[in-house]
């Protein structure tokens, strides 16, 4: 089964700063997405960013980018010019191309001071 | 926009009762999920559904069933409630696959408290 390890469960960041989260997966498979998702105090789970494994460039939404490393099967975000806003859970997840469910990391917290 | 719909936000149920949770989707998805999500251990799969009344065992299927008679709802049960099963869970729905739109959208969870 395709596992998702994030090594980091809580970071904490200034406001204005940037902040990288990591997260690794294992999987033979040649073919998947990959995603970040972002859960406020709301509890609603947002997606933030997706990667699809056969692009090569780095997918990025405003300040939101990631590093993907498909040999080294490595996945972070990073949050450039923080905002206090930005404070929550980040969970990563993992989805095989021909499957339907996805797989979920432990969940980094995220703290912005301001 | 999609919409996934949770039937309750938070749940007291005593130990022993048969407990459902309810999630409708308003996007006509093929793929509805239920999550459960615990300190520490992320978001792990109970069950998945990809068309109506077909269903597979997630991760942790052990003590919860499913229902899925219309692909709109997927129902969640747990037939004998236990206090082990105190836990956020959370339901999503998802395309099959393409159109760019890959990704898992989500209710906004169920506190359930088993006493």
């Known amino acids: 089964a395709q596992t998702v390890t994030q090594s980091q469960p809580e970071m904490s960041v200034q406001e204005a700063e940037t902040v990288t989260l990591s997260c690794t997966y294992d999987t033979s498979e040649s073919d998947y997405y990959l995603f970040w998702y972002k859960q406020p105090p709301s509890r609603q789970m947002i997606l933030v960013i997706r990667?699809?494994?056969?692009?090569?460039q780095n997918a990025t939404e405003n300040r939101f980018s990631v590093n993907f490393q498909k040999a080294a099967k490595s996945f972070s975000l990073k949050i450039s010019d923080s905002q206090l806003g930005d404070a929550a859970m980040y969970f990563c997840?993992?989805?095989?191309?021909?499957?339907?469910?996805?797989?979920f990391g432990a969940g980094t917290r995220l703290t912005v001071k301001p | 926009d999609v919409k996934v719909t949770q039937s309750s936000r938070y749940l007291v149920k005593r130990t022993g009762e048969k407990v459902f949770l309810e999630c409708v989707q308003d996007m006509d998805h093929e793929n509805m999920f239920w999550y459960r999500q615990d300190p520490g251990l992320g978001l792990r799969l109970i069950y998945f559904s990809y068309d109506v009344k077909m269903k597979e065992k997630g991760d942790i299927p052990e003590g919860y069933s499913v229902s899925r008679e219309k692909k709109e709802r997927f129902s969640l049960i747990l037939e004998s409630a236990s206090t082990n099963q105190t836990s956020m869970y959370l339901c999503?729905?998802?395309?099959?696959?393409?159109?760019?739109?890959?990704?898992?959208?989500f209710g906004q969870g169920t506190r359930l408290t088993v006493v």
């Open positions: 997840a993992y989805r095989r191309y021909n499957n339907n469910d996805m797989r």
């Open positions: 990667q699809e494994a056969y692009k090569q």
């Open positions: 999503a729905s998802s395309l099959t696959r393409g159109g760019g739109k890959t990704e898992a959208f």
